[in-house]
């Protein structure tokens, strides 16, 4: 079994570009905190962990993923090999399949979904009360 679940923060916004097919995909690092601090400087040691998201979870990570965010992530591990100037380069990604926001929403710097929804809906001319439970997820 393949199974990866990981709790860190991202350390850029999330870069989404589109492959030929159309499909959405979303490359970021995440963060992750070693169970144990360094002697010297007191501080946690982490790893830097590659991820990468495809299609809708690809489209949603970017527009409310942004640099410092803390996530919990699930997916599996990926292995590949390009070639770059001659040489083998071997890769090694979370793909990722669930993510979960692990900090309250005031904590981000993006609107929440429930004020954009109202701007799209004044913009329209129509007055709406929507409260964040109003919303599916």
């Known amino acids: 079994?393949?199974?990866?679940v990981?709790?860190?923060?991202?350390?850029?916004?999330?870069?989404?570009?589109?492959?030929?097919?159309g499909t959405a995909v979303a490359n970021f690092t995440l963060a992750v905190n070693r169970n144990y601090k360094d002697k010297q400087t007191g501080q946690?040691?982490?790893?830097f962990i590659r991820c990468i998201a495809f299609g809708k979870t690809a489209e949603t990570m970017a527009q409310y993923v942004?640099?410092?965010h803390q996530l919990g992530i699930e997916g599996r591990i990926q292995t590949g090999s390009y070639e770059k100037d001659g040489q083998r380069v071997y890769t090694t990604d979370v793909?990722?399949?669930q993510f979960y926001f692990l900090e309250p929403r005031k904590d981000r710097s993006k609107p929440?979904?429930?004020?954009q929804a109202k701007d799209l809906y004044k913009s329209a001319g129509e007055q709406v009360d929507m409260s964040d439970s109003d919303l599916p997820f």
């Open 6 to 21: 990981l709790l860190g923060r991202t350390t850029k916004d999330i870069d989404l570009r589109y492959a030929q097919s």
């Open 66 to 68: 942004k640099k410092g």
């Open 44 to 47: 946690y040691e982490a790893d």
């Open 112 to 115: 929440s979904v429930n004020e």
């Open 95 to 97: 793909v990722v399949d």
């Open 1 to 4: 079994m393949n199974r990866t």
